[in-house]
């Protein structure tokens, strides 16, 4: 092999490392703990949805713990069934009482806890969807926060919890939240059962997760493919002046 030759191979092995991580690089940026809700309008019900995706390259996500506000409190939290998951509601007294809908809450739902049986926990490259119907959601205007514990099989808990501000970078680990827009006139009079129905089709929601894989990986391959296609490139115009040269 000649020297020509030995230093486009040398190039194609680096070239294909940093590929490599590129990938990794951009898998890692999109994966967080994040929420969606169905429907934003103040006074209303919404569906949320939260994906969770694994980012332990030797542990499985088995748990998920979600903080629901305790200063504008959802009076009516339901979960949608996960394959393989239990789901727990847990109920608290509210540190101050406050009034919803014209009626003084003193108890409200504080937290909804997801548990994995063995066979159905999140290993690498997996991620998965935990719905909850709530209402009513407050204020226009309102920010809901809702932090988030990630629990994995080697006894790691990521925490979720991290403010995000604005002009400051997106910090490392963000808490899932999304802020109320106006009251809708209809939205306000839908049952919870019904706002559950309208916003959680099971096509939409295979939709959106076929969406959220493949942005992700569109990146990565893209990216991918550019610097191979490049590496092809460098090994036919090596080759083409090792021939120039032995002529």
Do not use: C
Not at 30 to 57: C, I, K, Q, W
Request: proline letters at 6%; aromatic letters at 6%.
């Amino acid at each position: 092999m000649n020297t020509s030759i030995r230093r486009t191979a040398r190039a194609f092995a680096a070239i294909t490392a940093a590929a490599g991580m590129l990938a990794a690089g951009a898998a890692a940026a999109s994966a967080h703990v994040s929420v969606d809700p169905g429907d934003t309008g103040a006074n209303g019900y919404s569906r949320l949805t939260f994906n969770v995706p694994n980012e332990s390259p030797t542990a499985k996500t088995n748990k998920l713990e979600v903080k629901l506000p305790t200063d504008t409190p959802f009076t009516s939290v339901s979960v949608k069934p996960v394959e393989g998951w239990t789901a727990q509601v847990i109920t608290g007294d509210l540190p101050t009482p406050v009034t919803v809908a014209g009626a003084t809450v003193t108890k409200a739902p504080s937290s909804v806890v997801w548990t994995a049986d063995e066979a159905h926990q999140l290993g690498q490259n997996q991620y998965q969807a935990f719905s909850l119907s709530v209402g009513r959601l407050p204020a226009e205007g309102t920010t809901v926060v809702l932090e988030a514990a990630q629990g994995y099989s080697d006894g790691t808990v990521v925490n979720w919890n991290e403010r995000s501000a604005d002009g400051q970078p997106e910090p490392k680990h963000p808490a899932p939240s999304f802020t109320t827009t106006a009251e809708d006139g209809a939205a306000a009079h839908t049952t919870p059962a019904s706002a559950a129905a309208s916003t959680a089709p099971e096509a939409s929601e295979a939709i959106e997760r076929t969406s959220d894989a493949t942005s992700i990986w569109g990146v990565v391959l893209g990216a991918a493919g550019f610097v191979l296609g490049a590496a092809a490139l460098a090994l036919v115009l090596a080759g083409r002046r090792s021939r120039a040269a032995a002529k």
